[in-house]
């Protein structure tokens, strides 16, 4: 079959490799029909993300028809539509039957690795390292997917392949993000990143009820979609993202502040972005902390600080006095897709929301390598790639 | 020079990178060894200077090996320039001790600029960031009945109160982690999870 392959920094190609088959009772295969490349997956382009092997099949964010399954695959069958969410669930384990789906502890098959790395592995996951079980990805035209009878979410065919695909990740990731606020009706949400994940953090907190949604960027295309979205747009570029959000909170700051930038944050004027680069290109830190501190800065003592922006390793200039002289609540994690992905398909279902706004480019999977380069740089107002293998 | 759609990776990203190494490699020689480089030129005294290049050397081509390497072969073709108007003003001097060194050291400098020139042009092109179209997407809101019709639409009715929707480690399930029935445990070493994936491979 035809995949795309991980061979080092920047390098990603379009290239044959083995079908994938059937290797436990409870896997099944999926005929992939659309698939999307993950601000994170940049995070593995551009090599952050530690013990990635050449050849690995990238992709976590797929969908597809279930083309053939193991012996135990419950109601999972043959020609069922499926969305698979990019954690890997037992559906058994402690973890699992407390609906924290994406620290499950069983489906991680380098558990003892991630052990060492993270003090307790969390779930296995698809096209992303070895730490989180070297599990090949769905930016192919097939992939076997373990534990398939608890790792899927049914679709009904009356929607279209860009409505539910986000299901799998940033559409809950989002939404975790903004349940993980507490949102309140006089609640003030500033997001950093108007990336994808940014976006449905947007579109979730103004479902949820905040008050005022305040997005945090530079790129103008992407700020104009958060602001179709219901939120007011600060580009950095332009004016104070500290005054801005004093003005806009009578000078209290946000009580709720969300991270969908990750480990690879940067602000061309900022001394601490600069010293971040550095650290990083002499590999003496792994991740760059800047929308970090200047949340922490920024927050309403006694808030919420909440990150779904991915981080890899080790960060530097941490501001940890004000993060606990302030009293603020910091949550974080993979995201539980299982969790949410009930409420979500009702909300797409009853059209309250339609998660194919954000789909920018279309292109063949053979094209993937160059999409990459594309979603990279943010050229030609590219926000999300969707793949057809 | 061809354009391989299959692969992300094109001709002037790779030569990025040998142009990294070998920068960090004659640097480090520059840093390490700089008499060797004056007696070869004839310029013996100029070994603080040398040392500059090499130091200048290794910073451009850390650079050249990061994600967006533009800015640091920028930076390098701008200091090969440096170094050919150096080489020539030698080569001026008809009486030079060692004229065919600079003319080697000439050739290979005046090699290695023309690559970088091409690996920073190209490169700028391919990273132009935020580059092309800039589309409309002020009517993208993802809510097809109106932003205002979804404001606080998912707040109350339907969705679990916060206590149970957040993630925690307590010891008690939640009603909504009842994900799947549970089914006949028959690994080996069920209980003993210290042992790795539950998961037989």
């Known amino acids: 079959m035809k995949a795309l392959c991980w061979h080092g920094k920047n390098d990603i190609r379009y290239e044959t490799v083995p079908d994938p088959k059937i290797e436990h009772p409870r896997d099944a295969i999926i005929n992939v029909s659309s698939c999307a490349i993950c601000g994170s997956d940049l995070h593995l382009f551009h090599h952050f993300i530690p013990a990635m092997e050449s050849g690995d099949v990238v992709g976590h964010e797929f969908m597809g028809e279930v083309m053939e399954v193991g012996s135990d695959t419950r109601d999972l069958k043959v020609g069922d539509r499926v969305v698979v969410p990019f954690t890997i669930t037992c559906g058994e384990c402690d973890q699992c039957r407390r609906g924290n789906f994406s620290v499950c502890e069983r489906s991680n098959r380098n558990k003892a690795l991630a052990d060492k790395v993270f003090g307790h592995a969390g779930a296995g996951l698809f096209g992303y390292s070895h730490l989180t079980g070297g599990y090949a990805g769905g930016q192919a035209e097939y992939v076997r997917v373990p534990f398939a009878d608890n790792t899927h979410i049914k679709v009904p065919d009356s929607l279209t392949d860009e409505q539910v695909l986000f299901l799998g990740d940033i559409f809950p990731t989002g939404w975790q993000a903004a349940v993980q606020c507490d949102i309140e009706p006089t609640d003030t949400v500033a997001i950093w990143g108007a990336g994808p994940v940014g976006q449905f953090c947007v579109r979730s907190a103004v479902l949820l009820g905040a008050k005022q949604v305040v997005m945090i960027d530079n790129v103008p295309e992407r700020l104009a979609m958060a602001e179709a979205g219901g939120a007011i747009a600060i580009n950095f570029d332009e004016e104070s993202v500290l005054s801005r959000l004093q003005e806009l909170t009578q000078g209290k700051g946000p009580e709720k502040c969300i991270d969908a930038v990750g480990l690879e944050s940067h602000v061309p004027r900022s001394l601490d972005s600069v010293y971040d680069r550095f650290k990083q290109a002499m590999m003496l830190e792994s991740d760059r902390a800047h929308v970090l501190r200047e949340m922490i800065y920024v927050c309403r003592p006694a808030g919420i600080l909440s990150i779904p922006g991915v981080y890899g390793g080790l960060i530097d200039k941490v501001p940890m006095g004000p993060l606990m002289n302030k009293g603020l609540t910091v949550r974080t994690g993979q995201t539980h897709v299982k969790r949410w992905t009930d409420d979500l398909l009702r909300l797409i279902e009853e059209g309250q929301i339609d998660p194919s706004f954000v789909v920018t480019h279309s292109a063949g999977l053979e094209q993937g390598p160059e999409m990459y380069n594309t979603f990279r740089d943010k050229q030609d107002g590219c926000v999300k790639v969707v793949l057809k293998p | ?201």
């Not at chain 2, 061809?2 to 990025?16: C, E, F, K, P, W």
């Not at chain 2, 050739?107 to 091409?118: C, F, H, I, K, P």
């Not at chain 2, 606080?152 to 206590?163: D, H, M, V, Y």
Request: proline letters at 7%; one cysteine or more.
């Open chain 2, 1 to 201: 020079m061809s354009h391989d759609r299959n692969r992300s990776l094109q001709t002037s990203d790779q030569l990025a990178r040998g142009l990294g190494w070998m920068g960090i490699g004659l640097g480090l020689y520059q840093l390490l060894a700089p008499r060797s480089v004056t007696r070869a030129l004839g310029v013996e005294g100029a070994e603080p200077i040398v040392r500059l290049c090499g130091a200048r050397g290794v910073a451009t081509g850390i650079g050249a090996l990061t994600v967006n390497p533009k800015p640091s072969l920028w930076a390098r073709s701008a200091g090969d320039a440096l170094d050919l108007a150096a080489l020539l003003a030698l080569l001026a001097d008809r009486d030079h001790p060692k004229r065919e060194n600079v003319k080697l050291a000439l050739a290979v400098v005046g090699a290695t600029t023309a690559v970088s020139l091409y690996c920073a042009q190209d490169q700028t092109r391919r990273h132009a960031y935020q580059a092309g179209r800039t589309p409309d997407y002020s009517g993208r809101s993802g809510f097809p009945q109106g932003v205002e019709r979804a404001r606080g639409a998912a707040a109350g009715g339907g969705l679990p109160a916060r206590s149970t929707a957040l993630p925690s480690p307590a010891s008690t399930p939640g009603p909504r982690g009842q994900a799947t029935a549970s089914r006949p445990d028959t690994r080996p070493h069920a209980k003993d999870s210290a042992k790795g994936s539950d998961y037989d491979y």
